[in-house]
């Protein structure tokens, strides 16, 4: 079989369909023996005037999201199929720094992510982040539906 995708990025937005999306990277990750990085962007607009510590933010957020996510990713590193399995967590404005600092460097022949994008903003911002990756993206992008 000829492995077409050999790093895998899971955006993870921390809405319904977060496990979803883990779930699926880390299948594909398995069939394709890909390195896989799951990535979270902490929105840091509501925070920005308040003189916020992104570091300490983005730090706790990685956290939870290691226990959030903590069978499935266990799972992920255990599995042999899975060369390295990476979380990665930054601050900063959601579609910018996750096609910037995590996307763009981690250099992904797919994109996984969630179809509603960020849903737990209180506010409303124009379009999702899977229409955003899907036109600024040149790899593929697989749009993860809410069951």
Same mark, same amino acid.
């Given at each position: *079989?000829?492995?077409?995708? &050999?790093? /895998?990025?899971?955006?993870?937005?921390?809405? &319904? @369909?977060?496990?979803?999306? %883990?779930?699926? %990277?880390?299948?594909?990750?398995?069939?394709?023996?890909?390195?896989? *990085?799951?990535?979270? /962007?902490?929105?840091?607009?509501?925070?920005?005037?308040?003189?916020?510590?992104?570091?300490?933010?983005? =730090? =706790? *957020?990685? @956290?939870?999201?290691?226990?959030?996510?903590?069978?499935?990713?266990? =799972? %992920?590193?255990?599995?042999?199929?899975?060369?390295?399995?990476?979380?990665?967590?930054?601050?900063?404005? +959601?579609?910018? @720094?996750?096609?910037?600092?995590? +996307?763009?460097?981690?250099?992904?022949?797919? /994109?996984?992510?969630?179809?509603?994008?960020?849903?737990?903003?209180?506010?409303?911002?124009?379009?999702?982040?899977? @229409?955003?990756?899907?036109?600024?993206?040149?790899?593929?992008?697989? /749009?993860?539906?809410?069951?």
């Amino acid at each position: *079989m000829h492995h077409e995708y &050999k790093r /895998v990025f899971a955006a993870l937005d921390g809405g &319904k @369909t977060q496990d979803l999306v %883990a779930e699926r %990277a880390i299948q594909i990750a398995a069939a394709s023996h890909a390195d896989l *990085m799951l990535g979270h /962007v902490v929105d840091s607009i509501p925070y920005e005037a308040a003189g916020t510590d992104f570091a300490a933010l983005a =730090e =706790e *957020m990685h @956290t939870q999201l290691e226990e959030s996510l903590g069978a499935l990713l266990e =799972e %992920a590193r255990n599995n042999p199929d899975i060369p390295s399995v990476s979380v990665v967590v930054k601050a900063g404005r +959601i579609t910018e @720094t996750l096609s910037e600092q995590l +996307i763009d460097p981690f250099n992904p022949d797919i /994109v996984v992510c969630g179809e509603r994008g960020y849903s737990n903003i209180k506010y409303v911002f124009v379009g999702s982040v899977s @229409t955003y990756l899907i036109r600024n993206l040149r790899c593929d992008v697989l /749009v993860v539906k809410a069951r």
